[in-house]
């Protein structure tokens, strides 16, 4: 397996307080993404990475934003936590370009209240 | 715990039997695809990928076929095992852009 650790696993809050989920890479890929993944419409990116502090939206950024202070760290906070923000979040990376294999972690498993 | 859709298509296969998973894309200019398999509450693990200029493509007991004429990707199965049972989907992208990621199937295998 890619070397991909998200924290936490799992997070209950209420809405409106902060959440800030961190994705932990071993690879040196250059690029990483934040995706969330829904019943009904599958993986939809959220922002991603294509190197240290450079990086840009997805096609669902609203309500998000993202951080990458070094290679191995993306960070997604949810400034404030709305319930339609509810969902499982997946870190992936990728090595050489945003058209070659994502390699993805297990998930963090979000639900606001 | 569950980690995709609820209502996805599925396909329900005997232990040793072989499984045919299909893919349609809309985008004629797409010229790279990718199977992924995701586990119950795992994330989606790259299987096999094909790029526009081959029609087909093999690996360890998956084979990918490409039929660029009618926009069809299919993954191939053989002899599938209980370990098989996932939900599978397709991602397609052209000329370096982003990935786009199909909605999934959810194979069943019977022992």
């Known amino acids: 397996d890619a070397g991909i650790t998200q924290s936490p696993r799992h997070k209950v809050t209420e809405t409106g307080t902060p959440v800030t989920l961190r994705c932990h890479q071993t690879e040196n890929h250059r690029y990483m993404y934040w995706y969330r993944q829904d019943p009904g419409h599958g993986l939809r990116l959220i922002h991603y990475s294509y190197g240290v502090k450079d990086t840009d939206k997805g096609e669902v950024s609203d309500g998000y934003s993202v951080s990458r202070s070094k290679t191995e760290d993306f960070l997604l906070t949810l400034e404030s936590a709305t319930s339609s923000q509810t969902s499982v979040y997946f870190c992936?990376?990728?090595?050489?370009?945003?058209?070659?294999?994502?390699?993805f972690g297990d998930g963090t498993r979000l639900s606001i209240l | 715990g569950e980690s995709v859709g609820l209502h996805l298509p599925t396909l329900s296969v005997q232990e040793g039997d072989n499984s045919i998973i299909n893919c349609a894309y809309s985008?004629?200019?797409?010229?790279?695809f990718i199977w992924y398999k995701q586990e119950s509450g795992k994330g989606p693990q790259f299987i096999i990928d094909?790029?526009?200029?081959?029609d087909k493509r093999q690996g360890q007991r998956v084979t990918v076929l490409l039929n660029k004429t009618v926009k069809h990707l299919s993954l191939q199965i053989a002899a599938t095992q209980p370990g098989d049972s996932a939900v599978y989907f397709c991602a397609e992208t052209y000329a370096g852009n982003m990935l786009t990621f199909g909605g999934g199937t959810r194979l069943m295998v019977k022992p």
């Open positions: 094909i790029r526009s200029n081959m």
């Open positions: 992936a990376i990728s090595g050489q370009g945003r058209d070659q294999p994502q390699h």
């Open positions: 985008n004629s200019a797409s010229d790279y």
